[in-house]
């Protein structure tokens, strides 16, 4: 089954793509809609500045009202003359390009009443930025986008897809000009230079306080939109500037700020990203503030987040044996005891944890105690009143034995946010209990379900395991003194035969408790169920009566619960539910367990009234045994390998024989042992001759390739053919190879060639957690270099990922790394072809798993196909 | 780059420019949505359509909230919505408008699905109505569960619980983790 994150990364990578004749015609539809609907008379209507802009391919303008680095150019555009007149805003702009890192607020308004957006912005010298936009945080060197995060209460590591436009195009203005001038300007735009108009900003006097300040104002040739920039006089910085549309009060201010540059780690998205894990991981904190301030030193030594908030996630990572690890809270035990039969039961105050995505969880999650025994949560309650919960835990066996223990440990956690396919458990504390009240039941105005229900629901999870079922009913029914529970144990029993496969006496017990079963569907009012009913139709059917299976399904589709204390809503809701019992949506376990009892399609479909197969809810919940037994490919092999164990079952080869045949059995190639006969093997295959060859002799170390070469003259015809042979040493799949050979006249001799070879050595440093190992590259096709080639939900050896490095890169791989082929190394592969992926490949294993490779040329043996002479 | 709010200034004023942009930035996106909400090709490029249609005739009272991404998925959300309501409450597989959804790659076709986007596509069809929207909106569309939830008009619980069901189901309806 695909887990739960891979589905989700399906979904978000989700992809379907307008053909060229879908796109012009609808957009060519949509444009001939707006042409009418611009030529209709508006009161709105008036000259558009931004189309005049696109006609003059004046389009920097445009770009002006958001980028800050582009708002100086465009001031350069208006005509600033930057060798002359105005020798003030010459120093300005100079000024501006000499400073080493800068901090940006820009607050965008679309009009005169909308609420601001803000975005926040740090530049360094090194042509990296930090870019606050909404709830994301974007790393950018050199313009390009290199990482970000969603910062909405948690951290997750967002894709390229998602980043937000206006940071992306932050990012890549930033750093799009080289240096501030006319001419790189015209370049960057493509701009003719006799286009671009002549405007000086002029100095505004009565928008001077002080003399302190000085103020320009540029006025737009094209539009009735300025700017005013607010320049400190004595060293010739912009520290404020704004631009206004007067027709709309489309306004963006820039509030900016210079300071010592901040710390390079700062600007770094894997330090942010580790520093923000291990706090969120160690003391919960994930506020927004933390999220989106992280590293960030303020240059007057005041907090931008937490005080310690970082020291202290750092002292709880090193203490890794703490107990009690702050920032959730353990909650405090007001009551706790233990039932006759071994509940065990905990009241706690103090229980509501939230996690910083604002969700909450309560009390505690497991238990243990020093007899080792193991329970399962079996019911919690939390009310808001007092903040108090009260979880109740059973043993998973019975009956009870009278052991007690002496200590109890309590145990709080919860699972982290994933950052990746996995869920990390962070533990907020545990809690040691050495005594508590005996023999009691836990507080009934809080949990109202008494104990026998929950162990008869104990037992209904074991009917797999007769005994063990067998023996939790033995004690509830000795406990259940008043035959309240019988209807529960009955059905306990129903489903034990069926699991058995004793069908009679389930059909038996099945047409005895049906009566019941109807009154309790009557007066279970908003919690009636169809699927109760489910093992009643499985036990009738699978004794050989469809027919009256099916009318007992028919039966109970007529059913209809009282509903009369519910609103229409709830009816409403409550109905759609019980539909889906019966038309398909939620009846996977009828299905399957019809399947399972041994009815075939038909029977099936004529109880459940439609054809399974073409339903589109039930299709998926036909065993996939029971598809097996359809697929043509599958009979034919099954009628092949039935065919090979009676013939060798009757005349069986001597240990060491082989036999080679031609095999008509097309598009199937498969091997595996011949059932029902000993050390007997079959070997189909339906490919070419070089083809089989290619993997002899590959078995070795890591980093193996292909080390044939196939001698000129050697025939390639296509095979279709089956090998079966006798081989008490198991599967051989050499010695096939070598009798393949051997019947095409055919030999392999072992020669060597001067090879250059990668060869993996390991620096000594931490490796990384296979989980969080990534791929370089995020997204593109499995060609795009770095991108991944392969994932599994499992582990991934050192073994595979340098035989794979080896098949991208042509070259064998030696492991002189000391780590064992076979340790686990991730769960993801790249793309590592061309020298690109070499390159990729170097810093991918460096980074995560601390390994180098250098080139050597090696004397390497190789297998020479030939003819034999 | 011109950034959305520049471009949607630039429509809102009768640029056709704009809307091109518009049109061919988020064509994708949108079509995928409307395509993975209905499980129907032809549905999706009439909710394509459509709500650009409506999107040039409301657009002197467009004032967005949030960015012009989301608003336009709302407004796929909502139209898809319409249809599924609209239409028989039998699900429609994408094997019904199987000639649409054609495995061949030549030029002449109207939407071109990776095989990944089809298995998932068709699982999803397969999902009730109301936890597919949730699954889709959440994790294509990249809205949050309070904003599908006051588009809704539902709980943010109750959108909370119908994801967690979508999920569970296409993990049974997904094949096995692909290796290689």
Known sequence: ?869 | MLEDRRLLKRFKNGSTDALQCIYEKYENYLLTLAAALLGDSNAAEDVLHDVFCNFIERRKRIKLRGNLKGYLGTCVANLARDRIRSRSRVSVGLEATEPIVSDADGPDQSVIWSEESRQLTHALAQLPDEQREIIILHLRGGMKFRQIADMQAVSINTIKSRYRYGLDKLRSLLPDEVNK
């Open chain 1, 1 to 869: 089954m695909k887990s739960a994150e891979n589905i989700k990364q399906s979904i978000k990578k989700l992809n379907i793509t307008a053909g060229p004749e879908l796109h012009d015609r609808v957009l060519g539809s949509l444009l001939k809609t707006m042409e009418e609907s611009t030529k209709q008379p508006s009161t709105a209507t008036r000259p558009d500045i931004w189309r005049i802009a696109m006609k003059d391919r004046i389009t920097k303008f445009a770009v002006a009202a958001v980028i800050i680095i582009a708002v100086l150019v465009i001031i350069n555009q208006f005509g600033v003359p930057l060798d002359g007149s105005s020798v003030a805003w010459a120093d300005v702009v100079n000024k501006f390009n000499s400073i080493a890192f800068f901090n940006a607020s820009v607050y965008i308004k679309d009009n005169a009443t909308d609420e601001p957006v803000q975005i926040e912005i740090w530049r360094n010298s090194q042509k990296k930025a930090r870019i606050r936009v909404d709830s994301q945080l974007l790393f950018s060197d050199g313009g390009q986008v290199v990482g970000g995060y969603a910062i909405d209460g948690s951290i997750r590591k967002i894709e390229i897809e998602e980043y937000n436009e206006m940071g992306m195009a932050m990012a890549q203005k930033l750093f799009s000009f080289q240096e501030f001038s006319l001419d790189t300007v015209i370049k960057a735009f493509g701009v003719a230079r006799e286009r671009v108009k002549e405007t000086t900003p002029l100095i505004n006097p009565a928008a001077m306080i002080s003399e302190d300040m000085l103020v320009f104002d540029v006025q737009s040739d094209i539009s009735p939109e300025w700017m005013r920039i607010w320049v400190l006089r004595e060293s010739r910085l912009p520290i404020r500037i704004r631009s206004w549309d007067p027709r709309d009060g489309d306004c963006v201010d820039v509030v900016m700020s210079y300071s010592a540059e901040q710390s390079a780690e700062f600007f770094d998205p894997k330090a942010y990203e580790k520093i923000l894990m291990e706090v969120q991981h160690a003391t919960g904190a994930g506020g927004r503030t933390n999220l989106a301030y992280a590293l960030l030193k303020d240059p007057g030594g005041k907090d931008y987040t937490p005080k310690d908030l970082f020291e202290k996630a750092e002292a709880d990572n090193e203490s890794k044996d703490s107990a009690n690890i702050s920032g959730y809270h353990l909650p405090k035990v007001v009551q706790a005891g233990v039932t006759e039969y071994g509940a065990v039961w905990v009241m706690a105050s103090e229980s509501e944890n939230r996690k910083p995505n604002g969700s909450t969880f309560y009390g505690f999650s497991d238990i243990s105690d020093d007899l080792k025994r193991k329970y399962r949560s079996a019911d919690s309650v939390w009310r808001v009143d007092g903040d108090v919960s009260v979880d109740v835990f059973l043993p998973e066996n019975y009956p009870f034995d009278t052991a007690r223990p002496k200590e109890l440990t309590l145990r709080c956690s919860l699972e982290a946010e994933a950052m990746g396919h996995y869920q990390k458990e962070i533990l907020v504390g545990n809690v040691k209990l050495d005594s508590w009240q005996k023999n009691t039941i836990w507080p009934q105005d809080r949990i109202k379900k008494d104990e026998l229900q929950m162990i008869i629901w104990q037992a209904w999870t074991k009917t797999d395991d007769r005994e063990k079922s067998q023996k939790i009913l033995e004690l509830v029914q000795q406990l259940d003194t008043n035959n309240k529970h019988s209807h529960q144990i009955e059905k306990v029993k129903l489903r034990m035969l069926i699991k058995e496969k004793n069908y009679e006496d389930a059909a038996l017990l099945a047409e005895k408790l049906l009566s019941a079963e109807f009154e309790v569907f009557k007066n279970a009012k908003g919690n009636a169920s169809y699927c109760e009913f489910y093992d009643y139709i499985v036990a009738i059917a699978a004794n050989g009566d469809v027919h009256r299976a099916t009318d007992l399904f028919n039966e109970i589709k007529q059913l209809k619960p009282d509903l009369s204390p519910y609103n229409n809503r709830a009816n409403e809701h409550i109905m759609e539910r019980l539909a889906r019992q019966i038309n398909g949506g939620d009846m996977s376990n009828l299905i399957r367990s019809l399947f399972t009892a041994g009815l075939d399609l038909k029977h099936v479909n004529t109880i459940v009234g439609f054809d399974v197969e073409q339903n589109e809810d039930t299709k998926p919940y036909i065993p996939s045994e029971f598809r097996r037994q359809q697929d043509p490919h599958v009979i034919k092999q099954q009628a092949y390998i039935k065919r090979l164990s009676e013939q060798y079952k009757a005349n069986p080869l001597e240990p060491g024989q082989m036999v080679f045949n031609e095999c008509k059995l097309k598009e199937i190639a498969y091997l595996g042992p011949v059932p029902d006969v000993k050390d007997h093997y079959f070997y189909v295959f339906n490919t070419d001759l070089h083809k089989f060859l290619k993997g002899y002799k590959s078995k070795g170390q890591a980093g193996r390739v292909n080390r044939i070469q196939i001698a000129d003259g050697v025939k390639n015809p296509t095979l279709k053919h089956e090998i079966i042979f006798n081989s008490p040493k198991g599967f051989l799949h050499d010695e096939c190879r070598e009798f393949v050979m051997s019947e095409f006249g055919l030999e392999a001799i072992e020669s060597q060639a001067t090879e250059t070879v990668l060869i993996a050595e390991y620096d000594g440093g931490e490796r990384k957690d296979y989980r969080d190992i990534r791929c370089p590259a995020v997204g593109g096709s499995t060609s795009t270099p770095g991108a991944m080639s392969y994932i599994s939900s499992g582990d991934i050896r050192l073994r595979s990922v340098f035989d794979s490095l080896a098949q991208d890169q042509e070259m064998m791989v030696v492991n002189n790394t000391g780590i064992e082929d076979k340790t686990i190394v991730t769960q993801e592969v790249a793309n590592f072809k061309t020298a690109k992926g070499m390159e990729l490949a170097e810093k991918w294993y460096k980074d995560n798993f601390g390994i180098t490779f250098r080139k050597e040329q090696r004397c390497m043996p190789v297998w020479v196909i030939q003819k034999k002479p």
